[in-house]
């Protein structure tokens, strides 16, 4: 089994800055992908930032250009750096991670969530 445990969230201000991180632990083998989605209050969860096999990236049009996502593939970690922060960035934000166990088996995991805020 795959577990995921996140950190970073908390209460910023507006056109603050807030890190997260998630890292994976357990029989991997492999990951192929890994990123961050959201949720806010009454709204559907949407993907934030990921990467994809062969190293490509994706981020939500609401984000290009304010988060970063990066990782470290020797900690099986991935970061989320989010710059000049809004409103409407509060959420919940949830790690996953989809690879291959040790046993060959492919697995999807995620995270507990962590909650960011952003408010005066």
């Known amino acids: 089994q795959v577990q995921l445990v996140e950190s970073g969230g908390g209460l910023v201000q507006p056109v603050g800055s807030l890190r997260l991180s998630c890292t994976a632990s357990?029989?991997?083998?492999?990951?192929?992908?890994m990123g961050w989605y959201r949720q806010a209050p009454g709204k559907e969860r949407e993907l934030v930032a990921g990467?994809?096999?062969?190293?490509?990236?994706n981020y939500a049009d609401s984000v290009k250009g304010r988060f970063t996502i990066s990782r470290d593939n020797a900690k099986n970690t991935v970061f989320l750096q989010m710059n000049s922060l809004k409103a409407e960035d509060t959420a919940v934000y949830y790690c996953?991670?989809?690879?291959?166990?040790?046993?060959?088996?492919?697995?999807?995991?995620w995270g507990q969530g962590t909650q960011v805020t952003v408010s005066l």
């Open positions: 996953y991670a989809h690879g291959t166990v040790r046993a060959g088996t492919s697995f999807s995991s």
């Open positions: 990467f994809t096999s062969g190293d490509s990236t």
């Open positions: 357990g029989s991997i083998f492999s990951i192929y992908a």
